[in-house]
């Protein structure tokens, strides 16, 4: 077997077939995706606390709060991973905390908005 044309037992090398990784310089975390997440947990927790006592919208803060901002969060945590790939990954210290941060403010905006709900289901 020849090791020297980058072919083996388990297939060519990308450096082999031609595919060279494109030099993007320095890759930061994606973070629009957490201020995108921040800014619906806020509006959800905004919309429940004025709000709440009409039905729909405690649901629609619910939904907003809930699956949207944390469907952000997975975006988020998804496009950190693939840029973490890169070799000149720039870490910020403010990215944990925003994520923390989000994922408090979403936390309460679903507690909110669920008492909401709760509090119009049990008068019925």
Known sequence: MDWSSGVSGFGSSPA????????????AAPVLW?????????????????????????????VLGGPIAIALVA??????T????FPLYSASQM???????????????????AWGIANWAGRL
């Open 75 to 80: 975006a988020f945590t998804l496009n950190d």
């Open 16 to 27: 082999a077939l031609g595919s060279v990784a494109p030099d993007r310089g320095v890759v």
């Open 34 to 62: 957490l201020y995108s997440a921040f800014a619906a947990a806020v509006v959800s927790l905004g919309v429940a606390s004025l709000l709440g006592m009409f039905p729909a919208a405690a649901i629609s803060a619910w």
């Open 82 to 85: 693939k840029s973490r790939t």
């Open 95 to 113: 990215v944990p905390w925003l994520y923390r941060v989000t994922v408090a403010a979403s936390l309460a905006a679903v507690v909110v908005s």
